[in-house]
């Protein structure tokens, strides 16, 4: 096999020559496009600063949304589960991995003997 011979999978072939090609095109052409962006930008004024229909921004722990309001649907809608099964996580890894390994073998004693 030769550089230039593909490699048939089935379902297309795999050229690495081809794609190394395709892969100096995109970046020849983004380059270009590149180049010929907005030359008069300045990092650090007021041009990086986000337009909010002319408000000024607010300060970032006013917008923060906490996960607490974010989940606040899902906590209050499973809120029987949740008090029933936060007990249960005590952060300890044994702890997790016994969970795992009963209702492991509580699956394979359902599936085999059942």
Do not use: C
């Amino acid at each position: 096999m030769t550089l230039v011979e593909s490699l048939s999978t089935g379902t297309g072939f795999w050229n690495p020559l081809a794609w190394l090609i395709a892969v100096l095109v995109a970046a020849v052409i983004v380059y270009l496009i590149r180049q010929r962006g907005e030359s008069g930008y300045k990092k650090g004024t007021t041009q990086t600063v986000p337009f909010i229909s002319g408000n000024p921004e607010p300060e970032k722990e006013m917008v923060h949304v906490r996960a607490s309001n974010l989940y606040w649907g899902y906590l209050d809608a499973l809120k029987g589960y949740y008090n029933f099964i936060v007990p249960a996580h005590t952060g300890v890894l044994n702890d997790y991995v016994l969970w795992y390994l009963g209702t492991t073998a509580a699956l394979f004693v359902v599936v085999v003997f059942i």
